[in-house]
């Protein structure tokens, strides 16, 4: 098969790079699958034309629009997955590697796609917690938001996932309203080239919202700027290179970091070779050494038991990967697939000789190449640590591949200790049933670690498993792990925008945010009530007043008797009184709560279509039998949900015959629009 050169996407256009070309073998058979150059390009103006081509459009566009294009993005690449499939097969990849780095990546716009329209508002503005009084009568408040950077986010990838690796940085990056310049390595580029290809023909992206390099960066990080992200995947040497390039420090330029760790998988002493948990742990630290031939940088590196289970860990592990057939990836019985290269191949033999300072192979010949000498293939390895405490290759140097080292722990104390060794990890994996040794592993190992998966009897059965980050949690680990953080939800968007203080007068901030502040303009519903009005035509200030209603003692014992709430503070008398909260008998709370809707709700049919739930409900004051109450309605915030329909948030303010408020939530209802 003719070898495909690979092109760049800059500037609005697909370009091949000039001079001499890199090969880039299969791993299956070393033939030449592609060539590939970026000699050539104008770097700065490539970021120079993601500044001025896309930047304002995706800033114009609000996050549900956003969240809009991921959608189209994710429907693009599952239309035409098997094309990636078929690619992927040469990075040595099986159908269930190529799964989770295709249908991986997909799943992960999918999420924030959705995470955008529930989550973000329909604004371009993202407000961060709460209004903060800065002033006694109010007029003096303050207000976090987020806006979008103004620069380009520079993503560079590792070959482990060409597709997954690419679309777990791109989607909060655009859900954010930034573009990117996309840098996969080399040895992978070809699969991102198609990805890439299938998004750009999709054509829902603004130009210039995303480029494609399939080589070096070359001068690229010289015309970097404060408003402009590096979010790299990879070797912690090359993190340090690219992190203390003079830019990145002159300009402070963002980098986010995910480096590969030597990320553990700890086996709790409550278990025994009869307890689930072990079988668990060892199903998975097998898994995690097949999967993607390990490399992973989630990939399990140390895997410590109890001293007492050592010998039967070592024998069931042993057991479990002598079923593992390595081999043509094409192949329905195939278990495991090749290396990236046979380049890798030898890295990961000589870390393996570094290792075996400290430990010994107990299963696996890392020299052997168990289907053809072309090929990139080679077996699992498992190493044994006899005294864990004393070595230092194991807890320094990291095999990126199906390498694998036990050991073994005397007590909880030195388990602690030998996970938290590895200097900082993506994530570590506790085996237990026992909730106590979790609790302590948290204590004691949390600050190392970026995430812990507890798996047990009572998990195992949805966990996606150790080794597997999900777009709604953070991925990232202090330390050897680079410190930084990716996904997680509406906090991986953050990384890609600025946070910045507001302070001002209620009316300018509500009008920036589009969310009603208390103390900023009403406007009287007068004769018209709210619930009269359409999404489109109620304004964000538009409020309700209502005509106050007395509660009495016969309210309160005949809601008593409907509902069965007999607390003593709404029904005896004596021991109300006694309690320092009340002074006597009081309403209940959700009596109140029916009252306010009394007063506040329009019977007939009109434009409100549902009432579907309450936020930040609080009970501020009690309300005693003969007292008063009326309801402040006033609209807080608008999203359209649908062309037709529209989330209502309500304002609702609770107060008593003196202007003090008792309760205060928001409503939700769905409008017509």
Known sequence: MKPITLQNYAEGRWVAGSGALAELRSAIDGEVVALTSSQGLDFAAMLGFARKQAASSLQAMTFHDRAKMLKALAEALTARKEELYELSYNTGATKADAWIDIDGGIGTLAVYQGKGRRELPNERILIDGNVEALSRNGTFQGLHVYTSLQGVAVHINAFNFPVWGML????????????AIVKPASATAYLTEAAVRIMLEANVLPAG??????????????HLTCQDVVSFTGSASTAMKLRTHPTIVRESVRFVAEQDSLNASVLGPDATPQSPEFDLFIKEVAKEMSVKAGQKCTAIRRAIVPAALLDAAEQALKERLSRIVVGDPREEATRMGALVSTSQREDVRARIAELARDSAIVFGDPGAAPVNAKGAFMSPVLLRCERPRDARAVHDVEAFGPVTTLMAY??????????NRGKGSLVMSVFTHDTMFAEDIVLDCGAFHGRIAFIDRDSAKESTGHGSPMPHLTHGGPGRAGGGEEMGGVRGVMHYMQRSALQGHPRVLSSIVSRFIAGAPTKDAGALHPFRLKFHDLALGYQLKTKPREITMDDIEHFARFTGDTFYAHMDEEAARANPLFGGRVAHGYLILAFAAGLFVDPDPGPVLANYGLDNLRFVKPVKPGEAISVSLTVKEKTLRKPDQGEVRWDVVVSNGAGETVAAYDLLTMNAA
Do not use: C, H, N, Y
């Open 209 to 222: 919202a995303l480029q494609l390099i399939v080589g070096a960066t070359g001068d690229l990080f010289d």
């Open 410 to 419: 005397a007590d909880r104390s030195e388990a602690f200790e030998l996970a």
């Open 168 to 179: 777990e940085k791109l989607a909060p990056t655009f859900l954010a309203g930034m573009p």
